[in-house]
């Protein structure tokens, strides 16, 4: 699967929600959550949303479990699947607290900045199995679920960067990416 990067169009678009009322529609998302799944294991992310491979649905995967393999050298060999998590059609009803942490982005590659995230938050979605769930989530789990729900609203880590560090970062990515 190709990932899409900075400037694409497909990032900045609000993606539209799964229709589960539609058969076609859960077959098709489930068989892409499962290309995306050996996308985020092989580029060694820690999740991906569905805008990220070109598809404007509200939709991502996460592992914040993943172990990575290396080989003597010290080169990672390959990424051990952790817990595998499904969100679709999330909504994040409730947020508290401040965070704060290092955020890099497979649509960004090489950019690593510390970014302004909720502590807590609470959210619904389906999981896997298309079964409605609600979950209050903290720590780094909170961050990915707020890092992949921007995608979805058709934005970056990098957006919220302070102005000038978000003036700075974006005009340096997009000379080295040139
Ligand atoms: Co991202």
């Known amino acids: 699967m190709k990932i899409y990067t900075y400037p694409s169009e497909v990032l900045r678009k609000v993606a539209k929600e799964v229709d589960l009322s539609n058969e076609e529609e859960k077959k ?11 996308t985020m294991y092989e580029s060694k992310g820690v999740g991906l949303a569905a805008p990220q491979v070109g598809i404007s649905k509200r939709f991502f ?5 993943s172990k990575l393999e290396k080989d003597e050298e010290g080169n990672i ?3 051990k699947e952790g817990k595998f998590r499904v969100y679709i059609n999330p909504q994040i ?21 510390e970014v302004n995230r909720f502590e807590k938050i609470k959210l619904k979605y389906y999981d896997i199995n298309l079964e409605e769930k609600e979950e209050l989530v903290d720590g780094f789990l909170a961050i990915a679920i707020q ?5 979805l609203d058709g934005k970056l880590f990098i ?3 302070p102005t000038v560090k978000r003036t700075v970062v974006k005009k340096r990515y997009l000379k080295e990416n040139a």
């Open 28 to 38: 098709e998302v489930l068989e892409t959550i499962s290309k995306m799944k050996k």
């Open 61 to 65: 995967v996460i592992d914040i479990d």
């Open 77 to 79: 060999k390959e990424v």
């Open 93 to 113: 009803i409730e947020k508290e607290g401040k965070s704060k942490g290092e955020e890099g982005c497979l649509s960004v590659p090489g950019v690593y900045e």
């Open 147 to 151: 890092h992949e729900n921007d995608h």
């Open 159 to 161: 957006d919220r960067l």
